[in-house]
């Protein structure tokens, strides 16, 4: 049986496939940061650190957004890129929270 809610979901791949939770969340992420700026006109910059800034300054959305993206994307990174023997379920459901937060925020101005 399909999961009926995010929680459902979210516990299913945690238990499952934990790097790919973190992965899956980091680029339904990636993907509300392309709609932020095309819904604002504006090429999407190139440097990750100037994404983070835009965003930030953006009086729309909530303070410490832009610090909430960075810390997520560098923990994405740690998970895609570096070899570690195991990622705790606890650690990317909290990940994957965090990640719908975020993109929950972008919903004022989307």
Not at 81 to 92: A, D, I, K, S, T
Not at 95 to 103: E, K, P, S, T
């Amino acid at each position: 049986m399909p999961a009926q809610t995010f929680t459902e979901h979210v516990a299913i791949v945690a238990a499952e496939s934990p790097r790919g939770l973190v992965l899956d969340w980091w680029r339904r992420l990636d993907m509300i940061l392309d709609d932020y700026f095309v819904t604002r006109c504006v090429q999407r910059p190139m440097s990750r650190a100037a994404v983070e800034k835009m965003i930030a300054a953006d009086g729309r959305l909530p303070e410490g957004l832009g610090a909430e993206i960075q810390r997520l994307r560098l923990e994405r990174n740690c998970v895609a890129h570096e070899v570690r023997v195991g990622l705790g379920q606890e650690e990317v459901t909290r990940y994957a929270d965090r990640a719908f937060a975020a993109i929950g925020a972008f919903s004022m101005v989307l």
